[in-house]
């Protein structure tokens, strides 16, 4: 959670809640799993497919409902922060949902594939959460400041409504 964050004006630690508890539950299978296990392997592809697509989800809604807002706003008060601009802007989501679809072709392949699958895999998740963590922690330290800043309570109250709607009421 930001420092000094009041919670009606809170718009990031809710949801980064949820994206936390994604990333728990998707590290313990991974940490657990028999990838030459068919159904195993089958399973954890599934969730990772629904847990990625959310995390797709959040960085949509957070593009449209917050960083455009917030961009919008520096705009118009003539203040340059390219950060704004480009916290989602790499394709590490789109990527971990490739390799998710190529693990489903592994089902049909050797128990020798499956398991160098899961090597690949194991180490993209990894990698993935490293700066996933970090980002949503850059998120709620600096981007949630500057909302503070330049939005008014009742602004950022509409924000975070919309915010929660868009991810937990749809
Ligand atoms: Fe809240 Fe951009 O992840």
Redesign the pocket.
């Known amino acids: 959670m930001a420092p000094n964050c009041p919670e009606e004006v809170d718009v ?1 630690t809710i ?2 809640s949820r ?1 936390k508890e994604l990333v728990k539950k998707y590290l313990n299978m991974v940490s657990e799993i028999n990838f030459a296990d068919i159904s195993h392997l089958t399973n954890l592809l599934e969730n990772l497919v629904n847990t990625f697509k959310e ?1 797709k989800a ?2 949509q809604i ?1 593009n449209k409902y917050i960083m455009k807002k917030l961009k919008d706003k520096l705009r118009t008060l003539s203040v340059r922060n390219t950060a704004v601009c480009n ?2 802007s790499d394709n590490q989501l789109t990527d971990i949902l490739e390799l998710v679809q190529d693990g489903y072709k592994c089902t049909q392949k050797t128990e020798v594939d499956r398991k160098n699958f899961g090597t690949k895999l194991r180490k993209a998740l990894e990698d993935f959460t490293e700066t ?1 963590i970090p ?2 922690e850059e ?1 709620e330290e600096v981007f949630q400041p500057m909302l503070i800043k330049y939005f008014t309570t009742d602004e950022l109250r509409r924000i975070k409504f919309k915010v929660l709607e868009k991810h937990f009421c749809q």
Do not use: L, T
Request: with cysteine; charged share 20%; aromatic share 22%.
């Open positions: 990031f949801p980064h994206m995390f959040h960085e957070e916290c989602h996933f980002h949503m998120e």
